[in-house]
């Protein structure tokens, strides 16, 4: 019953724009969370709060990069690797090149 409640709860009528509710509105989405907008009884679109947009695209994005670094792990072939050195070389990179800037950390 609890998810029936919330459903109601988080959905609001266009017609309340129309009335002029939008500023109560978007209070009540930054106060509470998402809402999903409903014209003619079916869904619209989702009002997030920018905060909740940004956590929401972080999380799309972190799961696109843990896709692609484990489709990465399964390609991963330690015999057909190049050391660094070898592909500075490749490159025509030298040291000196390299010495104005600061040595990356990976996570």
Do not use: H, W
Not at 24 to 52: D, H, Q, Y
Not at 58 to 82: F, G, H, S
């Amino acid at each position: 019953m609890g998810s029936v409640l919330s459903a109601i709860e988080d959905t609001i009528s266009i017609s309340l724009f129309n009335r002029g509710l939008a500023g109560k509105i978007f209070s009540e989405v930054k106060r509470s969370g998402a809402k999903v907008v409903m014209k003619n009884n079916a869904p619209e679109c989702v009002l997030l709060s920018p905060e909740e947009y940004v956590q929401l695209m972080d999380q799309v994005n972190d799961a696109k990069l843990l896709a692609l670094a484990t489709e990465r792990l399964e390609n991963y072939a330690p015999a057909k690797t190049i050391p660094f050195e070898e592909m500075n070389q490749r490159l025509g990179i030298t040291d000196d090149d390299l010495a104005g800037y600061e040595e990356v950390e990976f996570e």
